[in-house]
């Protein structure tokens, strides 16, 4: 079975600083990966997602998401932390060869301070 | 705009109540998913629609059940809630079932007293 593990539960940078969200995938092949965000006591929203195209994957918000097959990651990065990025973050998997089930990982919540 | 929603956004039961949580979707995608998320946990799928083709998850309690009357509306029957089954519960669409994008709704929170 597929998962995702997300390291940190909680992450806190300060505004301007790098983000970095980790996620690393467990899968016999390389399954496609998604990024979503959820503010408080709202749906998720779909930030990119990685389906064997490029494996740097721009998404929206600034935020982007390198594929490494190697190290089986997909980390979530943005170069300058803005106070609205404070949020949920969510790593997610999906089987290849079929089927559109998501597994998530079990959240990052990021803290932005001033 | 095209768009996933959710009513209520609140929804308070007793214990053992039947309670019914709606979705419907301007999308008019073909897939249709309901999932349970409780309190800092990633959300769980609990069974999705494909058009009318019903597919439930193996760990799914009996206790949950669904309705997709067409297209654009689908609901999540809770029979005998119990504490346990209080969360937010999300309802997300995709056009299709081969890794595309899914759209969430805002969310459910359900409170069972």
């Known amino acids: 079975a597929q998962s995702v593990t997300q390291l940190g539960s909680h992450v806190s940078v300060s505004e301007g600083a790098l983000v970095l969200l980790r996620c690393n995938y467990s899968s016999s092949v390389p399954p496609y990966l998604f990024w979503y965000v959820q503010y408080p006591n709202q749906g998720l929203q779909l930030l990119l997602k990685?389906?064997?195209?490029?494996?740097l994957v721009k998404g929206i918000n600034g935020f982007e998401a390198e594929f490494k097959k190697s190290e089986t990651s997909f980390h979530l990065t943005k170069p300058s932390a803005h106070m609205s990025d404070a949020a949920e973050y969510f790593c997610?998997?999906?089987?290849?060869?079929?089927?559109?089930?998501?597994?998530f990982g079990t959240g990052t919540q990021l803290k932005v301070e001033l | 705009d095209a768009m996933v929603i959710q009513n209520p956004r609140y929804q308070v039961t007793q214990f053992g109540k039947p309670v019914t949580l709606s979705c419907s979707q301007t999308?008019?995608?073909?897939?249709m998913y309901w999932y349970q998320q409780k309190s800092s946990q990633a959300p769980k799928l609990l069974f999705h629609?494909?058009?009318?083709?019903?597919?439930n998850e193996a760990d799914t309690p009996d206790n949950f059940q669904s309705r997709r009357p067409n297209t654009s509306f689908c609901f999540l029957d809770i029979r005998s809630p119990g504490l346990g089954d209080a969360a937010m519960y999300l309802c997300?669409?995709?056009?299709?079932?081969?890794?595309?994008?899914?759209?969430f709704g805002p969310g459910t929170r359900l409170l069972v007293l």
């Open positions: 990685y389906t064997s195209a490029a494996t």
């Open positions: 997300a669409t995709s056009e299709g079932q081969e890794q595309e994008t899914q759209y």
């Open positions: 999308l008019n995608h073909n897939v």
């Open positions: 997610a998997v999906s089987p290849t060869g079929g089927g559109n089930k998501l597994t």
């Open positions: 629609y494909y058009d009318k083709d019903f597919n």
